[in-house]
């Protein structure tokens, strides 16, 4: 009977992604079913953390996020969870030999969170590498079903994407980073005086990122390319209207793209895809 508890431990991972992220969702349906599971378990655990220090107002976070990585360690180690996540996580880890050392490196980015932290060019780069650089680690080692070799060979694209992901999130979320949670991820940056010369500069490097990531997706395997192209192709058109919104604007309001304007965006991708990559 523990099937029944594996398979709603994975339905509630699949649940979690759908509630918070639209376009992650689309994304993971253009993957091959039969690795669409184990990325709503990588989606489920890093959401879990970031609720944690992102919305649990009025609550320990530190204690909470404490209990979250000794949690994880014993269901790592006992190869069981009664938490749904935490198991669809385990699972997921043990069949692809995912490493523990990730696993640490997200947990320790997630805790820098948890205080006010001026960030320098050594700091940002390690908050980027536990928080998303890691993730889409996770997520390759999926892809390529578990092939070392393979996983080596596509690593550094993986990153790069992870970072232009996480520094469009960023400047999507400047406005409630800053007045909510009172962080200011960019390096040396005064967000009193963000400007556009500022944000000129963050954007050049995405560009630059974006471009050598797209070279790492043409060699993902068929199981997932679309997918990840799809992911791609949704932030590349939130990181287009970013640009088009001037500085001010961006730490006044939070920049959106709609539901419906996604769906349209995946449909158009399908063909862009057929044609292009």
Do not use: W
């Given at each position: 009977m ?11 991972s ?16 253009a993957?091959?079913p039969?690795i669409?599971?184990?990325?709503y ?12 220090v ?6 320990d976070k530190?204690?909470?996020?404490s ?24 699972e ?8 523990y050392?990730l ?13 006010k932290?001026d ?25 390529v ?10 690593k ?6 992870g970072?232009?992901?996480?520094k ?9 980073d ?12 005064d967000?009193?005086s963000f ?19 797209l070279e790492g997706?043409?060699k993902l395997?068929?199981?997932?390319r ?6 791609y ?15 001010n604007?961006?730490i006044n ?6 539901n419906s ?8 991708c ?8």
């Open positions: 523990k099937k029944l508890f594996d398979e709603l431990s994975y339905k509630v699949k649940a979690t992604t759908k509630q918070y992220s639209t376009s992650f969702s689309l994304g993971i349906l993957l091959s039969k669409r599971n184990s990325i378990a990588i989606y489920g655990y890093v959401r879990l953390a970031d609720e944690i992102d919305s649990f107002h009025g609550f530190q204690k909470l996020l209990r979250f990585r000794d949690e994880t360690l014993l269901a790592l180690e006992e190869k069981i969870s009664l938490n749904p996540i935490l198991q669809s996580f385990q997921t880890v043990h069949k692809y030999e995912i490493d050392e696993i640490n490196q997200f947990l320790r980015s997630m805790e820098m969170d948890l205080h932290i960030y320098n060019s050594d700091l940002y780069k390690e908050y980027i590498l536990g928080s998303a650089e890691v993730v889409g680690l996770m997520c390759l080692q999926i892809f079903d578990g092939n070392k070799e393979e996983f080596e060979r596509l550094p694209f993986a990153m790069i994407l970072s232009a992901f996480q469009v999130n960023f400047l999507r979320d400047m406005k409630d800053y007045e909510i949670l009172g962080r200011t991820y960019f390096p040396n940056v967000i009193t400007d556009q010369n500022v944000k000129s500069e963050i954007e050049k490097e995405i560009e630059t990122e974006f471009s050598q990531a997706i043409k395997p068929n199981s997932s679309f997918g990840v192209y799809l992911a192709r949704y932030y590349v058109s939130l990181f287009n209207k970013i640009k088009k919104t001037s500085a604007k961006i309001q939070r920049i959106r793209i709609s304007r996604k769906i349209s965006l995946m449909m158009g399908y063909v862009e895809y057929k044609f292009s990559i």
